[in-house]
């Protein structure tokens, strides 16, 4: 059974700063990735999708990383603003399947 | 771009009694539409996959006859609670894979938060 782990499951950090947030996946077989962002009470906003045979996709001051053998995503948020607090949810597509599995998700609060 | 509306946004309901919950792809046909819950401060997770015409296939422990799924057009999925209990009070989020194009793409709705007294 595939489990997506994300880590911190949340941040705080001043306005400027460039961050990290991780998701991992216990199951290498995988069609895809993606990274999505939520707002409090909200739905979900695609951000980056990456294609199993993909190492990265670059969207503005995002970009996702992946490597599917050891099972890890990283998506990086350069020079973060307030406008970019919320919950950030890590997706996988299971091989032969068409739904996705979603991370814990990292919520993040990036102040003035 | 694709726009799936869900209706309504928000209900709050007696325990007992039913809701439903409809998903509709604005400007697309949807072959394909996903349920999921989402419970305070956790992820979503996947309650049914519904298919245009054909019944819906549920995750492991969800109840099927509880939460009734009906995708009858390729633009409107709905999902009715049925006797709903406190314990389902969750939000509720659906997405729909566009027909003919390539089928990695899911746009998802802007959710239904149900409160169930």
């Known amino acids: 059974k595939q489990e997506v782990t994300q880590i911190p499951a949340a941040l705080s950090v001043p306005e400027g700063e460039n961050l990290v947030l991780n998701c991992s996946f216990t199951?290498?077989?995988?069609?895809?990735l993606q990274w999505f962002r939520q707002d409090p009470g909200k739905g979900l906003t695609s951000l980056l999708l990456?294609?199993?045979?993909?190492r990265e996709q670059t969207s503005g001051r995002l970009n996702a990383s992946l490597d599917k053998s050891s099972g890890r995503s990283t998506l990086y948020i350069a020079a973060s603003q307030p406008g970019d607090s919320a919950t950030y949810l890590c997706a996988v597509r299971p091989e032969g399947f068409q739904k996705l599995v979603f991370g814990t998700g990292t919520r993040l609060l990036v102040s003035p | 771009g694709a726009v799936v509306s869900q209706h309504p946004s928000r209900v709050i309901c007696k325990s007992g009694t039913s809701v439903k919950i409809e998903c509709r792809s604005l400007?697309?046909?949807?072959?394909?539409m996903f349920w999921y819950r989402q419970f305070p401060k956790q992820s979503l997770m996947l309650m049914a996959t519904?298919?245009?015409?054909?019944?819906?296939?549920?995750e492991q422990g969800v109840e099927k006859d509880k939460f009734l799924i009906n995708h009858a057009s390729l633009t409107l999925s709905t999902l009715t609670v049925t006797s709903a209990h406190p314990e389902d009070s969750s939000f509720y989020i659906c997405s729909a894979s566009p027909r003919g194009y390539h089928t990695d793409t899911q746009y998802f709705g802007p959710g239904t938060r149900l409160t169930v007294l």
């Open positions: 990456i294609q199993s045979s993909q």
């Open positions: 199951d290498s077989a995988i069609y895809n």
């Open positions: 519904s298919n245009e015409g054909s019944k819906a296939t549920y």
């Open positions: 400007d697309f046909q949807a072959t394909t």
